[in-house]
């Protein structure tokens, strides 16, 4: 299996955005990075080995001027309770060591969901997005 790699950013989209857009497709819980490759449910509280979270889409975020501010937003859903969700990860040069374990041991089931595999559901051709 290849370790999981954000698509590239498309343009200017902020997190908020992204993140109402994944809610709005259903993926309204969150997933938070708890230590090495565990992570945590905030729907059910179960912390789960991250190798164990199906990944659905991946969105990558840059800052403009600022790499800091990289980010890979993953759609997923808790392999305990089934809930839908998003994990925000750090990415690149100055994200933590953490994120960067939980993104390459993430399963990676893009392409097989209904989710765009490096977008947003309203990012999408013939989306209703404004």
């Known amino acids: 299996m290849r370790p999981a790699r954000p698509e590239p950013p498309s343009d200017g989209t902020t997190l908020s955005e992204v993140l109402e857009e994944y809610r709005r497709a259903g993926f309204a819980s ?8 565990r992570v945590r449910c905030n729907h059910c509280a179960t912390v789960f080995d991250s190798g ?51 993104l390459r041991s993430l399963t990676d089931q ?4 209904h989710l765009p595999r490096g977008a947003t559901p309203e990012e999408m051709p013939g989306s209703s997005r404004p």
Request: proline share 6%; hydrophobic share 45%; glycine share 12%.
């Open 52 to 102: 164990r979270l199906p990944m659905f889409s991946l969105r990558r975020l840059e800052g403009a001027s600022d790499p800091a501010d990289m980010m890979a937003v993953v759609a997923a859903e808790c392999p305990v309770c089934g809930a839908d969700g998003t994990l925000v990860l750090g990415f690149g040069p100055m994200a933590a060591t953490e994120d960067g374990l939980v």
């Open 110 to 113: 893009r392409g097989g969901h």
């Open 30 to 37: 969150d997933f938070s990075v708890e230590s090495d490759t």
